[in-house]
């Protein structure tokens, strides 16, 4: 019997072809920037790659991207943060994205289910991210994975 899933294409690309989850490796930096520069629509920092690099290679990271044809068409970055103000021993999505041509298939759900899967094996009980507040889309998509607003309130300084 066909998964709800299999059935509506969910996280089919046009071809029905479904796309592998793996851990992001540090080889992914290009394709990942790429990604992000294709859905913000700038150019990347020049040590964008570095930092994907980093959290590749980093301890308290689970990083994952989705790959279609040998090709990286989706990304998720999280850590662990252990130390802050008020708050156990939790997990933060920093970043995800998904190529515009395979958004809305389901592939930003299933990188995050990923990550919650690593994170629950480690016994952490709680997932924040940040979003603008402006930010719809990403509101709706942290809505679908069941995320609430939290007792956090993000605090900023302009420098310089």
Known sequence: MKSHREKHGEDMDPDGRIARIRPMRSED?????????????????????TLIQAHAQGKDSACFVAELDDRVIGFMISYILTLGFGIEKSAWIATMGVHPRHMGQG???????????????????????SVRWDSTDLLSFFRTLDFERSDFINLTKKLG
């Open 29 to 49: 930096s290009e394709e990942i920037s790429n990604i992000y520069s294709e859905i913000t629509k700038t150019p990347v920092e020049a040590d964008f790659a």
């Open 107 to 129: 592939i930003g759900a299933r990188l995050a289910t990923e990550i919650f899967k690593t994170y629950e094996s480690q016994g952490i009980t709680r997932v924040y991210t």
